[in-house]
């Protein structure tokens, strides 16, 4: 068998190892070491799907580090400021957002949109996989404002 059949296993290689397990909460941290490094994976289950997801940074040491990680810098921000209770930071629902998936919805009641601009039933995604449909939706750029219903009904 000629080398340019054979296929390049070598960039799979990996050795995984776990850095933290939380059954109850259904989440692992792994960490793949490989030659040109290391990377850590928060796996786990969620409201109904297993999910792995790419950790960033290094600094990650365990689960709830990890978490926090994955959300981004406006929401923890928002979290510094309006979350009092530590127990309440990695919520789903929060005084700071609601999440849904990968998607974090911060409260932005100082906004002021022209009602005409603001879509219905729209699909919001990052790339692939099926969309969140939004009963009201805003476009900003790249920052999506959702409204609630009634505020726009009055």
Same mark, same amino acid.
Request: charged content about 30%; aromatic content about 8%.
């Given at each position: 068998m000629h080398s340019r059949n054979k296929p390049n296993t070598r960039r799979f290689l990996c050795s995984p190892n776990a850095v933290e397990g939380r059954p109850r909460l259904r989440h692992l941290l *792994?960490? $793949? &070491? &490989? %030659?040109n490094g290391k990377q850590k994976f928060l796996c786990g #289950? %969620?409201?109904r799907h297993w999910f792995v997801c790419a950790v960033p940074g290094n600094s990650v040491t365990n689960i709830v580090n990890a978490m926090e990680a994955l959300q981004p810098?406006?929401? &923890?921000? $928002?979290?510094? /400021?309006?979350?009092?209770r530590t127990k309440n930071r990695l919520r789903r629902r929060n005084e700071a957002f609601v999440r /849904?998936?990968?998607? =974090? =919805?911060?409260?932005?009641?100082? *906004?002021?949109v022209n009602p005409k601009l603001v879509l219905r039933n729209e699909p919001i995604s990052r790339r692939y996989g099926k969309? #969140?449909?939004c009963q009201l939706l805003y476009r900003c750029g790249a920052i999506l404002f959702m409204s609630v219903v009634a505020s726009l009904m009055d």
């Open positions: *792994l960490m $793949a &070491r &490989r %030659d #289950h %969620d409201e810098t406006e929401v &923890r921000a $928002a979290v510094n /400021q309006k979350v009092k /849904q998936g990968e998607w =974090f =919805f911060v409260p932005a009641p100082e *906004l002021v969309p #969140h449909m």
